[in-house]
């Protein structure tokens, strides 16, 4: 199909999806397969007010969050997003739930493609083993690209890089792209570690990555787990975005789909 189809088909399922309903705390019950709650529909997200980088739906995350998290975070973030100035002024919450909100779209409309890929180039690891890479906002299968979070060093196209949890390698992706919030590190963890090493939950739990520019030589790399609930498409569960200096013209991976 034309990419200008593509590209609407896109655009459809995005306005479908809701435009802000965040909460960064990745313990909180709202994303629980059983939850229920007869006021869900008055969600209100809040931002922290010290570095407006995060948000979440109650205080009660805010509280449990910052015990895990935040407290060793915001500062940090503070003083960045003020040395950044326009790129971290231009890019906001509701920018960060589009780039999430697309990466979900994209695989909701590439999911087989992407799934057949994956088990031709890695026919011994299980799919969820497998990150989605979303790069230079590219609408068709072929801007696709997969990140191992596992070792697998005897695999022909093995690269350190892309062993997410050995050492720090993980950080810098391989995408020449140079990521300086090393402070979000333990919160990105949490976010890959609970994903793949969780209970199997097959098809209805991803893991993804999306890549943008911002500027001439920033990329936001937007982290997102995604899920699969009404009408035939994955939601976010959570997204952590994450700003990088353009260390290198090559943007992506070798083995796209």
Known sequence: MSESWQRGRLAWLSAELSPLDLCDN?????????????DDDDWSSRQCSRCQSVLYCSTKCQAED???????????????????????????????TF???????LLTLHYSDVKDHASSVYPD????????????ARVDVSGIT??????????????KEYDVFRGNEWWETGLGVSFEQTWLRPRLSALALGYRDGPDQGDAVR???????????????????????DAGRYHIDWCI?????????????????
């Open 26 to 38: 990745l313990s909180c019950d709202r994303w629980h397969e059983d939850y229920e709650d007869e």
């Open 99 to 105: 780039h999430a909100h697309t990466a979900a779209c």
């Open 241 to 257: 975005a994450r700003f990088g200096n353009v260390t290198s013209a090559k943007m992506r991976w070798n083995e796209t789909v």
């Open 207 to 229: 893991l993804t990555e999306g890549y943008s520019k911002v500027s001439a030589d920033k990329m936001v790399c937007v982290t997102a787990r995604l899920r699969w609930k």
């Open 146 to 159: 997969l990140k191992p979070i596992v070792p697998i060093p005897n695999h022909p196209l093995y690269k």
């Open 125 to 136: 690891l299980p799919f969820r083993h497998l990150v989605p890479v979303f790069a230079n």
């Open 66 to 96: 910052w015990e895990r998290f935040h407290k060793k975070e915001c500062e940090h973030e503070r003083a960045y997003r003020s040395s950044m100035g326009f790129t971290s002024k231009s890019y906001t919450h509701r920018d960060r």
